[in-house]
């Protein structure tokens, strides 16, 4: 994930120099079987603008796993809702030593 800047904004024609760009997704998650894809632009969860990834962990952080989040994404100079069932945060790898 990337905070979009002001040339992020100029480069994907968004009215303004606010959102996420989504710059991995893993096969198989929520975000990828709503149909999220690479270089979309999350600007709003739930009707709550996202303004970076600060406010986007915060907003998503507060839904509850099993509950379906509407998602709006900048897609193509369109914007597009898809709606995401919320799944559980996955455990972190262990490295090995």
């Known amino acids: 994930m990337q905070d979009i800047n002001k ?3 100029e480069s994907f024609k968004l009215p303004t120099a606010k ?3 989504i710059t991995q997704i893993e096969r198989g998650s929520p ?3 709503a149909g999220v894809k690479l270089g979309d632009v999350l600007v709003a969860v739930n009707d709550k603008p ?3 990834t600060v406010t986007m962990l915060n907003v998503v952080a507060a839904l ?3 509950d379906q989040a509407r998602v709006r994404v900048a897609r193509n100079k369109e ?3 898809l709606t995401v069932t919320v799944g559980r945060r ?3 790898k262990q490295r090995k030593a």
Do not use: H, M
């Open 7 to 9: 040339e992020l904004a």
């Open 50 to 52: 996202v303004a970076d």
């Open 79 to 81: 914007e597009t809702d």
């Open 31 to 33: 975000a990828d079987k």
């Open 90 to 92: 996955p455990k972190p």
């Open 64 to 66: 509850r796993p099993g």
């Open 19 to 21: 959102g996420v760009l």
